[in-house]
């Protein structure tokens, strides 16, 4: 009967039951106090509903019997890190890898809180070990080539995405991983490969469909994105980075005015919304609207340099004019203030700010 029950309470765990699987344990522990698999499955659906002082506690005391199984002290580190408490979960995991150095999920693990400390050199290595036992490993190809995308250097991390997607072809993480770091390096005839066949495998993935529509804006295919977007916003009409999208892609059909009225929406909700003003402008200004255009530049750089002290406050190391900068030399270069470039009070703006 006790083994059923376990079997039981184990079904319940892998079905996300997690509520039920801790009433069975419970009852399977009443019975069998020192049961090894109900006390670090409890622990790990404690962990899972958010009551991770709960089951770290329980961990705690298995271990001071059992200091040396593996898996309640892989369950203690995972929790630490659900903690956020990242030093002790790498010390935990440390422990368990003096047990069993060459478990692959331990390493991968491991990795991960080294990502979270900015460790990242540290973290490549680790994953890299990870590799060495499960060369074809999805999660750790994809989890290194996210190190390398977040330090700019997509060329690498397009590499492991499309390794973990030889080893799995349909794989979403892997092709949107690999869709957002062609985005980065505009290359995105392929961009939008990867995200179409995702929005193919699961047409309610947010993240794809809004990338999609994006990397059709910067294709020219303007009328394809606004499908995309559209659909997104009867999931979400208030999503501001879908309007703001949504009214680029009008605003390249040459419709400017209901463009304008999509930036407006979003300026509504948040009216210091810099890419709104910005997108916004370039539209008013396509309107030979001059009045609005220098309105709408003003508040921008305004908004620009308040972000950018705000910036150099935090942070005394910041080129607090450095953003502010920028900003001016790329609204001198966009093509959608060619007309603006002779009104004198657009050309001050730009001198003065």
């Known amino acids: 009967m006790k083994d059923s029950l376990l079997d039981l309470a184990v079904r319940n765990f892998e079905k996300e039951n997690f509520t039920k699987a801790i009433q069975l344990f419970e009852k399977i522990l009443k019975l069998d106090p020192d049961n090894p698999v109900a006390i670090i499955n409890k622990s790990s659906c404690l962990?899972?509903?958010?009551?991770?002082?709960?089951?770290?506690?329980?961990?705690?005391?298995?271990?001071?019997?059992?200091?040396?199984?593996?898996?309640?002290?892989?369950?203690?580190?995972?929790?630490?890190?659900?903690?956020?408490?990242?030093?002790?979960?790498?010390?935990?995991?440390?422990?368990?890898?003096?047990?069993?150095?060459?478990?692959?999920?331990?390493?991968?693990?491991?990795?991960?809180?080294?990502?979270?400390?900015?460790?990242?050199?540290?973290?490549?290595?680790?994953?890299?070990r990870a590799l060495q036992i499960e060369p074809r490993d999805v999660e750790t190809?994809?989890?290194?080539?996210?190190?390398?995308?977040?330090?700019?250097?997509?060329?690498?991390?397009?590499?492991?995405?499309?390794?973990?997607?030889?080893?799995?072809?349909?794989?979403?993480?892997?092709?949107?991983?690999?869709?957002?770091?062609?985005?980065?390096?505009?290359?995105?005839?392929?961009?939008?490969?990867?995200?179409?066949?995702?929005v193919k495998l699961d047409p309610t993935d947010f993240d794809a469909a809004f990338r999609l529509g994006i990397t059709c804006n910067n294709l020219k295919m303007p009328d394809r994105a606004l499908i995309y977007f559209n659909k997104l916003l009867r999931r979400d009409r208030n999503n501001i980075d879908v309007l703001i999208n949504k009214g680029y892609s009008l605003h390249l059909m040459g419709k400017y005015g209901r463009a304008i009225l999509c930036y407006k929406q979003v300026l509504k909700q948040d009216p210091d919304e810099i890419n709104a003003i910005y997108y916004m402008s370039?539209?008013?200004?396509?309107?030979?609207?001059?009045?609005?255009?220098?309105?709408?530049?003003?508040?921008?750089?305004?908004?620009?340099?308040?972000?950018?002290?705000?910036?150099?406050?935090?942070?005394?190391?910041?080129?607090?004019?450095?953003?502010?900068?920028?900003?001016?030399?790329?609204?001198?270069?966009?093509?959608?203030?060619?007309?603006?470039?002779?009104?004198?009070?657009?050309l001050f703006l730009l001198k003065h700010n």
């Open 47 to 128: 962990a899972e509903i958010g009551k991770y002082d709960e089951a770290i506690e329980q961990l705690e005391i298995f271990l001071k019997k059992n200091p040396n199984d593996f898996d309640a002290l892989y369950n203690k580190a995972t929790t630490l890190y659900d903690m956020d408490q990242y030093e002790d979960a790498l010390d935990t995991f440390d422990t368990a890898l003096k047990i069993d150095s060459k478990n692959s999920p331990a390493l991968c693990n491991k990795a991960n809180v080294l990502v979270a400390l900015g460790r990242h050199d540290d973290a490549i290595s680790v994953y890299n």
């Open 141 to 198: 190809l994809n989890n290194i080539g996210i190190v390398y995308a977040g330090q700019k250097k997509h060329q690498k991390a397009i590499k492991y995405f499309e390794s973990a997607l030889d080893t799995q072809k349909d794989d979403i993480d892997s092709l949107c991983n690999l869709g957002n770091s062609l985005l980065e390096i505009e290359n995105y005839k392929y961009a939008y490969e990867c995200f179409r066949q995702v």
């Open 282 to 346: 370039k539209s008013t200004a396509r309107q030979n609207d001059a009045k609005q255009t220098c309105n709408l530049i003003s508040k921008l750089l305004k908004l620009q340099f308040l972000n950018d002290h705000l910036d150099h406050d935090h942070d005394h190391d910041h080129d607090h004019d450095h953003d502010h900068v920028h900003l001016i030399e790329k609204i001198q270069k966009d093509s959608d203030f060619k007309r603006m470039r002779t009104n004198a009070n657009f």
